[in-house]
């Protein structure tokens, strides 16, 4: 089956900087790709989803690349804040069943 | 508002006992599914449903088994518990199986002692 590693494991950063979490699958035939957020105590947020086709996201303070040549999926929180401080999985789907699998998560700390 | 509930929050349980993990969504979704996430593992598919009928199992005992009474509940079974089945279970749904938004519950932390 798929497997999803995820790096790093934990993550500290000043605010202002920038935040990088990356992932790498196995399966070539994932097809869709996540990144979500779960704050202590709350349930996992979709942040974005990612098509095959589709590169480059950018979001609300974050950019997400995927490259399927290198099978390598990334987040990149710019300029973080504290309020960004959580764990983060990303998570990658084929597209033939719905079985979702994620990485092993990275615990981000952001310092004021 | 949490639009899917899962019941209790934390729960600890005797080895060799049994519990039952309860789980509602008011999305008005059509599939539901349980992870599982331990210490030792990233999250982990267990099961999907979709209208209610089981459509895909990847948990290996049969001492898991999800309860479907409604189209919005998924409740999850677990008899004679082991020690390493301590960690937090995760309900979520998405509109149909096909969908690729997936909403996940706030989870129950199990702990077998």
């Known amino acids: 089956g798929e497997q999803v590693e995820q790096r790093p494991p934990h993550l500290s950063v000043r605010e202002g900087d920038s935040a990088v979490i990356t992932c790498t699958y196995t399966?070539?035939?994932?097809?869709?790709f996540f990144w979500y957020k779960q704050e202590p105590g709350a349930s996992l947020q979709l942040l974005m989803k990612v098509f095959s086709s589709t590169e480059i996201n950018e979001g609300q303070g974050f950019t997400v690349l995927l490259n399927k040549k290198d099978k390598r999926l990334s987040l990149n929180l710019t300029a973080a804040h504290p309020g960004d401080s959580a764990a983060y999985f990303c998570?990658?789907?084929?597209?033939?069943?719905?079985?979702?699998?994620f990485g092993d998560g990275t615990q981000l700390v952001v310092k004021p | 508002d949490p639009k899917i509930i899962q019941k209790p929050k934390y729960l600890v349980a005797v080895t060799g006992s049994e519990k039952i993990l309860i789980c509602e969504q008011y999305?008005?979704?059509?599939?539901m599914y349980w992870y599982r996430q331990s210490a030792k593992k990233p999250l982990e598919f267990m099961f999907s449903?979709?209208?209610?009928?089981?459509?895909d199992n990847q948990t290996a005992s049969s001492r898991f088994q999800p309860q479907s009474s409604k189209k919005n509940h998924l409740d999850l079974q677990i008899t004679a518990l082991k020690p390493d089945d301590s960690a937090t279970y995760f309900c979520?749904?998405?509109?149909?199986?096909?969908?690729?938004?997936?909403?996940f519950g706030k989870g129950t932390r199990l702990t077998v002692v």
């Open positions: 399966d070539p035939n994932s097809y869709y």
């Open positions: 998570a990658v789907r084929k597209n033939s069943n719905n079985r979702i699998f």
């Open positions: 979520a749904s998405s509109q149909d199986p096909r969908n690729t938004e997936v909403f």
């Open positions: 999305l008005g979704h059509n599939a």
């Open positions: 449903y979709s209208y209610q009928k089981l459509m």
